[in-house]
C-alpha cells in the first residue's frame, strides 16, 4: 500500500488500479447522492472513476498521512488535491478502509467530506 500511494502522491493512479482484484468494492459511507457502493472492478473503473476524474482539471493526487496495516486490513488516512473544470478546489480528506486477500484490494470503503463534494462536483450517474 506504501507504494501505491506514494505514486498516487505523483500523481500516477495505475498502480492503484492494477492492484484492484476483479470483484473490488468501493464503498463510500454517509448520506446522500455520494453514499453507495460499486461493486466489481468494472463497474469502480466506470461508475465512479470515469465520471470523477472526467471533471478534474488537472492531475489529481492523493497523499497518505498515515497508513496503518493489521492482517489483511489497512487503514489509510489521506489528502487529496485537485483543481476542477469548474473553477472550483476539490482538496478533500480521506479515510480509507481497505481489505485486502493474497495483496489484491477486495474491498474500499471511503470516510470523506461528503458536503464538499457534493458543493464541487457532479456525482457518479447525476
Known sequence: M?????????????????A????FSWTISGHG???RTWRGKEAVSRGLMAPLFGQFADTYRNRAL????E??????ECRGSVATKSG??????????????ECRLVSLTEYMDT?????VLVPPGG
Open 2 to 18: 506504501e507504494s501505491v500511494f506514494a505514486a498516487l502522491a505523483g500523481g500516477d493512479r495505475q498502480p492503484f488500479a492494477d
Open 20 to 23: 484492484m482484484a476483479d470483484e
Open 33 to 35: 447522492p455520494w453514499a
Open 66 to 69: 498515515r497508513i496503518v496495516a
Open 71 to 76: 492482517g489483511d486490513l489497512v487503514v489509510v
Open 88 to 101: 472550483a478546489r476539490y482538496d478533500n480528506h480521506y479515510t480509507y478502509w481497505i481489505e485486502l486477500r
Open 115 to 119: 458536503a464538499l463534494a457534493e458543493r
